[in-house]
Structures are given as structure tokens and as C-alpha cells.
């Protein structure tokens, strides 16, 4: 069960001291321009209202309480394929 | 979703083999703090040969907020405002004290994680005036603007937000001797691709936007290197699965709505023309500076070390300065460099060899 008090629904304690650091979590779930996010066990909610077409199960990277980005794991996996490619060509 | 497949060793093996048998002497500068993160936790300079150096710019923003805007929070902060601002930014040395001091001395200051809390805060004291101090670089900025689009009438801003390609554009004029950027990840999130295209038109300095992995780091320095053997310079992007080409037009749009480019100085450099951020008249009932009888105080560096700005550059190292691990420490920093878990001397500290 997801405790929403409003003064710690924006609030992710481990980055508390560093606002520069974007931290990944998984969309559980969607609520207008909110959503509820896993970070690896910690919930939390952050908005969503800088990105369009996200997804119950996509991944994003949030920054001071916001979804800046979506993850591509497909990408992630392509791009350490191309890496591969052009180091072989390289040899 | 898997995050070590980017922490790879024989991959990193690899790629670090490509980039010794580079021979001409490279000067690359990251303008990122969380990449000094990567690097130097990692020990990713020892890998390199000693022809090819990575240098630390002013990718913190903390640690580039003038001390006369810090001076300026804590005159408001006794003036009986709430100050709110990221945790980061309580220790940064103002001229003569720092916002954990006036914390201390029983002013209102309180840590948020998300400018949302400060909306909130101002929401639940509406018979006092609530400040945000917003700091940090084009990953933050649309965040402040989208709260002012929403924030009631005893919120307003101070606002600190600063721009990271004018200031490339700096250093690029100020002859550093810089060959190549590797781009910041998230900054270039949001603002996309073209905002490097024209530096690299202008100064024909090669640039590889980069995620924070090692393998991403690595991947950009030899992605640069390769350029500079071609003579070619262009913008690449390695950090494509999360930087699109055109950025986030929608955090892009509220940004560009509420703020506009001013020229202000940084800590430890000069006036950088265009390289701030002030709000656009339309909002400026929101803004601190218009809200607030402020006198000027201080300049840029308040009481820093004599190091900060050469750091700053990329110039000088952090055991460069006599006060580094000595009167300087995270735990009480004398220069804004050493406060923030991404400043490159408090990144020194804790991970650097010369600690050992």
C-alpha cells in the first residue's frame, strides 16, 4: 500500500542533498500528470507533464521530482551492439 | 531494466586499448559534475594514457552560484521569508555567512527535494512569504517554471538558473586549449542536439553528448578522439537511449515561456553574455528580486579559496590548492567547489587518490 502524505509525495530521501542527479524508476502507475513510480522498492510520485506517451511499465529518469526522459532498454541494448560492431571494424 | 550491462570490464578493456594507441596530446573537457562522479570513482584517469587528459568544467551548479546570490537569500531569510532551496545549496559560502548558519541562528530555511515542496510549503504558510531559490542548470530550470505557472501569490522565486552552452562558448574563447566536450547527459535531455551545432560550427571543437556508465565516458572520449584524427567536428550523440536529437520540447516550451536569457556572473568566472536566466516580464510578480528591497552585496567568490575559479576552468587540480583535505573538507568547505557532492573537490575527497 503507497502512503501519499502530501508533504513527502515529491520527496525521495536518498537524493535529498543532490538535486543534480537523475535517478531511473519504473511507472506503476498513471494519474493524469502524475504518476507512481518504483525506485527498486521505494515508491514515490513524480509528474509527468514533460513527457508525452508514457506507459504503465516504462521506465524514466526523473530529476527533482519531474520525468525528464524514457528509457529505452531496447536502445540501451543497441547501442552496446553498434559499440561492438565499430570496435571489431576498428581491429 | 539492467543498469551494469554500461560497467562492463572487457568492454571497457577494449575501448581503453583504442584509446592508447591514440599519440597526439588531447585536452577534453566534461562540463558535467556527475561525469567528474563517474570518472574519478571509477579511477577512469589511471586507464588513460597520459597524452590524453580529461579536465573538469563548471558543470556544478552549485558550485557556480555566485556568493552575491547566496548573500541575497540570507538577506531575505532575516527579513522573516522562508527560504527553500535544494540541500546542496545550505552550505555554498555567501560573503560573510551560509544559509545552514542563518538555519542555525533561527532563520527558516528548509531543504526540498523538488521545487513542488516549495509550492506546497507556500501553500500551507500563506500569511508568510516563501522564497525558492532555484539553482541549477537547464535540468532544473523547466521544474521552477512550470511551479511559478502554478504557484500562489506568496511564492516567488530567486532565481539562479544558469545555461551551459554560452559558457562552453567561453571557455572555448578564453584559449583553455580545450580539443573536445563531452556534452553533459541530462542537460542535453532537454535542450537536444542543435545548441552544441553551432559551437561546433563556430570553434570546430568535436562533441560527444554522454551518459554516466564508465562505458559511456570511455565511449565518448574515444568517439572525440576519432574525430580530432579525421579533422572532423560534430556533435555525436553516445547517450542516445535517453538524449532524442530534438530534446523535451515540452519542458523546453514552459522554460522558454516563463524565463529568459540575462547576463550574470558566475562563481570563479566572468559575465558570461546569455548564460542566465531571469523571469520573463509577463511573471515578474513571481520574482524575488522585484518582490524584496535587496541591496547588492559581495561579489562573485565571496571568501573562497584562491583555486576556485582556475578549478572552475580546468585549469588547476584540486591538490593544486593549499587548503584542500586541510582547512578545506566536505565538512566544512571553505570553497564552493568542496560542497556539493558534485563539485570536483568534494569528488576529489572522497574518491581521489591524493586522499590516500
Redesign the interface.
Known amino acids: 500500500m503507497i502512503i501519499m502524505m502530501?508533504?513527502v509525495?515529491?520527496?525521495?530521501p536518498i537524493?535529498?542533498?543532490?538535486?543534480?542527479?537523475?535517478v531511473?524508476a519504473?511507472v506503476t502507475q498513471i494519474n493524469g500528470d502524475e504518476a507512481v513510480l518504483d525506485y527498486g522498492g521505494v515508491i514515490r510520485k513524480a509528474?509527468i507533464?514533460?513527457?508525452?506517451d508514457v506507459n504503465v511499465g516504462d521506465?524514466v529518469?526523473v530529476?527533482?521530482?519531474?520525468a525528464?526522459?524514457?528509457?529505452?532498454?531496447e536502445?540501451?541494448?543497441?547501442?552496446?551492439k553498434l559499440?561492438?560492431e565499430m570496435?571489431r571494424a576498428?581491429e | 531494466m539492467r543498469y551494469d550491462i554500461f560497467n562492463d570490464k572487457t568492454t571497457a578493456m577494449r575501448i581503453i586499448q583504442k584509446i592508447r594507441s591514440f599519440s597526439q596530446d588531447v585536452k577534453i573537457m566534461h562540463v558535467c559534475g556527475t561525469h567528474e562522479q563517474t570518472i574519478t570513482k571509477n579511477g577512469l584517469r589511471a586507464l588513460l594514457p597520459e597524452n590524453v587528459k580529461v579536465v573538469p568544467g563548471p558543470g556544478c551548479p552549485v558550485c557556480i552560484t555566485p556568493a552575491s546570490e547566496i548573500n541575497s537569500a540570507i538577506q531575505i531569510s532575516r527579513q522573516g521569508a522562508i527560504i527553500t532551496t535544494y540541500g546542496d545549496m545550505l552550505r555554498v559560502p555567501g560573503t560573510t555567512s551560509s544559509l545552514a548558519k542563518e538555519k542555525a541562528q533561527g532563520g527558516d530555511v528548509r531543504v526540498v527535494y523538488s521545487p513542488f515542496e516549495a509550492r506546497e510549503i507556500a501553500m500551507r504558510n500563506p500569511d508568510k512569504q516563501v522564497v525558492f531559490l532555484g539553482i541549477g542548470f537547464e535540468t532544473t530550470a523547466p521544474m521552477t517554471a512550470h511551479i511559478i505557472k502554478t504557484a500562489p501569490e506568496n511564492f516567488s522565486v530567486l532565481c539562479s538558473h544558469r545555461l551551459v552552452p554560452p559558457a562552453m562558448e567561453l571557455l572555448l574563447k578564453g584559449g583553455y586549449d580545450i580539443d573536445g566536450f563531452i556534452d553533459p547527459g541530462h542537460v542535453s535531455a532537454i535542450i537536444g542536439i542543435s545548441p552544441y551545432e553551432k559551437i561546433c560550427e563556430e570553434f570546430h571543437t568535436p562533441q560527444v553528448i554522454a551518459g554516466f556508465e564508465p562505458l559511456d565516458v570511455l565511449m565518448a572520449i574515444l568517439m572525440i578522439l576519432k574525430q580530432i584524427r579525421n579533422n572532423t567536428a560534430k556533435v555525436e550523440n553516445e547517450y542516445w537511449r535517453v538524449v532524442k536529437p530534438e530534446g523535451n520540447l515540452q519542458a523546453l516550451r514552459v522554460m522558454n515561456e516563463v524565463f529568459e536569457p540575462c547576463s550574470k556572473e558566475w562563481r570563479g568566472l566572468p559575465v558570461i553574455p546569455g548564460a542566465s536566466l531571469k523571469l520573463r516580464p509577463e511573471f515578474s510578480e513571481f520574482d524575488t528580486e522585484k518582490r524584496f528591497d535587496l541591496t547588492p552585496e559581495g561579489d562573485a567568490c565571496g571568501t573562497d579559496c584562491p583555486m576556485c575559479g582556475s578549478i572552475l576552468k580546468g585549469i588547476s587540480n584540486p591538490q593544486d590548492c593549499e587548503l584542500f583535505g586541510k582547512l578545506c573538507t566536505p565538512e566544512n568547505p571553505v570553497g564552493a567547489c568542496m560542497v556539493s557532492s558534485e563539485g570536483t573537490c568534494n569528488i576529489e575527497y572522497r574518491y581521489g587518490l591524493s586522499i590516500i
Open positions: 502530501p508533504s509525495i515529491y520527496t525521495l537524493v535529498k542533498n543532490n538535486m543534480c542527479l537523475a531511473p519504473r509528474s507533464s514533460m513527457l508525452s521506465y529518469l530529476h527533482v521530482g519531474y525528464i526522459s524514457k528509457l529505452e532498454e536502445e540501451a541494448l543497441e547501442t552496446l559499440w561492438d570496435m576498428a
